[in-house]
């Protein structure tokens, strides 16, 4: 049973462009919504969280938008950098933290 | 602050074969855990320490897979007797609980033949 349904798989961004992934949850009771960030041969770093009582947290370039009735919560990434090219995770507190399947992310200069 | 340590980095091994992996978590962090992350998709929990204690091991293969946490500190993860489809990345990661994000090491990239 996959609770957190993620899209799209791979995306690929021109360099300044916005890019924007996308992450569906089923159960309504978390209490945050964590993004992470992986680079190849890296763990997973958390990139940016936000609570269900907020519908937009933004730090630098990376914003998250919560749209509780809709059940989904995106990550967008503006004036998008080639350093920015790494798998994109949303995940929601569920078994510790449950993840999505991932979004790579191609920033092409 | 020093990171998650894990070891080794990778290891080759043939199936049937038995494999044990590492880590030391961050100081201080009273929660550890195990994730498998195959391939193409997002890691999946294995197992949950609380100090000593397992808070949750429902997605541990347990009739292959034992992992234990001495001193609530260092963790072991091993897999005897191995599968093919036991390759894969095994993650640590620890976290002070809550809803704190959680700090993940490189990680043990596992072949098996």
């Known amino acids: 049973q996959q609770q957190v349904k993620q899209s799209p798989q791979s995306l690929i961004v021109q360099k300044g462009g916005i890019s924007i992934i996308n992450c569906a949850y089923e159960?309504?009771?978390?209490?945050?919504f964590p993004w992470y960030q992986q680079f190849p041969g890296k763990g997973p770093a958390l990139l940016i969280a936000?609570?269900?009582?907020?519908s937009e947290k933004k730090e630098g370039r990376f914003t998250i938008s919560f749209n509780k009735s809709a059940k989904q919560f995106s990550l967008h990434i503006m004036d998008s950098q080639p350093g920015d090219s790494a798998t994109y995770f949303c995940?929601?507190?569920?078994?510790?933290?449950?993840f999505g399947s991932g979004t790579r992310l191609q920033v092409q200069p | 602050e020093a990171g998650v340590a894990q070891s080794p980095r990778y290891k080759i091994i043939e199936k049937r074969q038995s494999v044990a992996f590492w880590c030391n978590p961050i100081s201080g962090h009273a929660t550890l855990y195990w994730y498998q992350q195959i391939l193409g998709q997002g890691p999946k929990l294995l197992i949950q320490f609380q100090n000593n204690g397992v808070v949750d091991d429902s997605q541990l293969p347990k009739d292959r897979f034992s992992a234990e946490r001495l001193k609530g500190v260092d963790s072991t993860l091993k897999i005897q007797p191995a599968k093919l489809e036991d390759s894969a990345v095994y993650l640590c990661a620890s976290s002070l609980g809550g809803a704190g994000g959680y700090t993940f090491g490189s990680g043990t990239r596992l072949t098996v033949v």
């Open positions: 936000i609570r269900p009582d907020v």
């Open positions: 995940a929601a507190p569920i078994r510790a933290l449950t």
């Open positions: 159960n309504t009771a978390f209490d945050y």
